[in-house]
């Protein structure tokens, strides 16, 4: 299967910091990416999608001023946690997909702010 | 509201017993189906796609597929310790929005 690269796997920080998640497809060309946040022991739940070279569309619910969302080419999108608060904490997996293929998910990222 | 259902269980079998896990979908329009694996703490992998009607095999996992009954299960037949995770069914319809639906996943145990 493609692989999807995401970078750190693991990051603690400070209250109030901001945090920078990296996506990264290595062998295809992403039409889509997804960022996904998950609790301990809850489901997936879908944050915002992007497509290259566009805005990226927000969930409900989720504040597109404090998860910065950037999709800079066909093989690369970030996620900014700004300022992050312990509330933040969590389990953060992108996933990128061509149109009408399955998705493929990064390794995710462990971010806890102290 | 797209909906996709699973049970949360845990579902739990001996090991070499098969294993069946299944869910149900809201969306007629949905035309493709997928089984994602998550061990805890690590991120979720793919490990059957089906997209017709009938069954698809790949070595010890068999998906199958019911569009009428709007409903996809897979097996895992012979099933071993390490199979024990949480196993999540998504689903896509064609073309337009193709924002993947998922389950909130099924917890299986495998015990020796």
């Known amino acids: 299967g493609a692989v999807v690269s995401q970078h750190p796997s693991r990051v603690i920080c400070k209250s109030g910091t901001s945090v920078k998640i990296e996506c990264r497809s290595l062998?295809?060309?992403?039409?889509?990416m997804f960022w996904y946040r998950q609790f301990p022991k809850q489901s997936l739940m879908l944050m915002a999608t992007?497509?290259?070279?566009?805005?990226?569309?927000?969930e409900q619910g989720v504040e597109k001023d404090k998860f910065l969302i950037n999709h800079a080419s066909l093989t690369l999108s970030t996620l900014t946690v700004t300022s992050a608060h312990p509330e933040d904490s969590s389990f953060y997996i992108c996933?990128?997909?061509?149109?009408?293929?399955?998705?493929?998910f990064g390794q995710g990222t462990r971010l806890t702010v102290v | 509201q797209k909906e996709v259902e699973q049970n949360s269980g845990p579902l739990s079998v001996p090991e070499g017993a098969i294993a069946s896990l299944n869910c149900t979908y809201s969306d007629r329009g949905s035309q493709s189906f997928f089984w994602y694996r998550q061990y805890s703490g690590k991120s979720p992998e793919l490990i059957m796609s089906?997209?017709?009607?009938g069954d698809k095999e790949d070595g010890r996992f068999t998906a199958q597929l019911n569009k009428a009954s709007q409903y996809v299960s897979l097996l895992i037949r012979d099933s071993q310790p390490s199979d024990s995770a949480t196993y999540l069914c998504a689903v896509k319809r064609a073309g337009g929005s193709y924002i993947p639906t998922f389950g909130r996943g099924t917890s299986l145990i495998v015990h020796p």
């Open positions: 992007s497509n290259e070279g566009s805005k990226a569309t927000y």
């Open positions: 062998d295809f060309q992403a039409t889509t």
């Open positions: 089906i997209y017709s009607n």
């Open positions: 996933s990128a997909s061509l149109v009408n293929t399955e998705a493929f």
